[in-house]
């Protein structure tokens, strides 16, 4: 299952779909170098492709943190990666007063996992009439997600797209129960694994979030080896210079590699 964004291409392609980008925009010559890499590959691999980018990062784990260069100055990056490449964007929200703003300049509204529950910002992003990616909190069960379509869906938007991104185990780790994605799936909407943010160590003692990125790759072909319907990957071409979550990133030279062993899997899977 696809979700209908405008403009996502190669849907007939048979292929999971990738929301895929870095975690925020540090800048349009970031951005750009990445999305025209990303789309390369996709359009070379018949791969639909969503261009992802924070505009503004708002759950930081210690006040100086990074966390944007501007919302507008991000917010028409955005929109420029999408008119320029021929790509659908999507970028996360925090208030009902964002859903709005950034419905000016994206395709796709994110939805933060810790603020799935929030009926006011579900309710105010569906009312955008535009495809609304709940990522799941990290302490919901699968079937706790279907409140959250619902509140979407009830808001007479049907555009839905639901992401498993892994749950706290612990107070530093987390694990992916693969059992949720049929789950979801049930539930008649599109259901991404992200293969970065499910790989965090959250609470480290220095206040900066640590991360597994060798297990990048594991954990997405198990997704795909289950049926997922789209990957999520934050990438970047340095990420021990990437100004937000560098600490989970897959290296951009890596994600063609990646993609290539993991449409094996796809293909093996339909058979």
């Known amino acids: 299952m696809l979700p209908k964004v405008p403009g996502l ?13 870095p975690c925020a925009i ?3 010559a970031m951005a750009f170098e990445i999305a025209e890499k990303v789309s390369a590959i996709c359009d070379r691999l018949k791969i639909p492709y969503i261009f992802k980018g924070s505009y503004r990062k708002a759950n930081r ?10 919302d507008e100055k991000a917010l028409r990056i955005l929109q420029k990666v999408g008119k320029t490449f021929g790509i659908p964007v999507t970028t996360d929200i925090h208030t009902e007063e964002e859903a709005v703003m950034a419905a000016e300049y994206v395709d796709v509204l994110q939805i933060p996992a810790f603020l799935c529950r929030q009926t006011s910002l579900l309710v105010a992003a569906a009312n955008t ?16 997600m ?4 619902d509140k979407v869906t009830e808001s007479g938007n049907e555009q839905v797209i ?24 049930a539930m008649g909407a599109p259901v991404v694994l992200d293969c970065t943010h499910s790989l965090q160590q959250p609470n480290q003692s220095s206040g900066i979030t640590g991360g597994k990125p060798a297990l990048i790759e594991t954990v997405a072909k198990a997704g795909v080896a289950v049926g997922v319907d789209g990957l999520f990957m934050e990438t970047h071409p340095n990420p021990s210079e990437a100004k937000s979550d560098g600490a989970n990133m897959l290296p951009l030279e890596k994600l063609e590699t990646l993609l290539e062993r993991l449409l094996r899997i796809r293909v093996a899977i339909r058979f």
């Open 9 to 21: 291409k190669h849907l007939d392609s048979g292929n999971f779909f990738l929301i895929a980008g």
């Open 26 to 28: 540090e800048g349009e």
């Open 61 to 70: 784990s210690r006040l100086d943190s990074f966390t944007g260069i501007g």
């Open 129 to 144: 009439g535009k495809v609304v990616n709940v990522k799941k909190g990290q302490f919901l069960s699968p079937e706790a």
């Open 146 to 149: 279907s409140f959250a379509k």
């Open 162 to 185: 639901l992401t498993e991104r892994g749950v706290t185990f612990g107070y530093q780790d987390l694990v992916i129960d693969y059992r949720g994605i049929p789950v979801m799936q």
